[in-house]
């Protein structure tokens, strides 16, 4: 049964992955997959754990959920992630086809609007859902990082 579940909802989910990678002392930021309204892949940077600078919240998204579906096109399914994704990010979900991306908070500078990099042309793109809530946890992070040097 799929319950109809509104972009708020799988957002606090994705926020509940960053509070995660927070807790790990990675950069705070979440992710999730859903396809028929069902959370396929939950995922949070891990950049420092894995030491490796792919290893992006999206990026480990993407994997889990084609891992998930047994393929590599992420058609049918939404990705959930409090912060714009970078250009990077961009280019795997361009790849996967995914048919819709929603963010949370802006990253002005590093985002890939502002870079200049386009989705899949079939991608719908909804941005500010709990944009407040993505970007406070990100200006945390970053006030105790400064705090501690």
Not at 9 to 25: P, V
Not at 63 to 87: F, H, I, Q, R, W
Not at 123 to 141: M, P, S
Request: glycine letters at 8%; aromatic letters at 8%; a neutral charge.
């Amino acid at each position: 049964m799929i319950t109809p579940f509104d972009d708020n909802h799988f957002m606090k989910q994705a926020l509940n992955e960053a509070k995660r990678a927070f807790d790990k002392d990675e950069v705070p930021i979440g992710a999730v997959v859903v396809a028929k309204g069902q959370v396929i892949a939950r995922a949070h940077n891990l950049t420092e754990t894995l030491n490796d600078v792919t290893a992006h919240a999206e990026m480990q998204a993407i994997t889990a959920a084609a891992n998930y579906l047994g393929g590599k096109y992420l058609k049918d399914c939404t990705l959930y992630v409090t912060l714009e994704p970078c250009s990077m990010c961009a280019g795997a979900l361009f790849w996967s086809q995914i048919s819709k991306v929603v963010f949370g908070a802006t990253d002005p500078g590093r985002g890939y609007q502002e870079k200049g990099v386009d989705l899949h042309p079939k991608t719908i793109v909804k941005q500010g859902v709990l944009a407040k809530e993505c970007g406070d946890l990100l200006k945390l992070f970053f006030e105790g990082k400064r705090q501690s040097k």
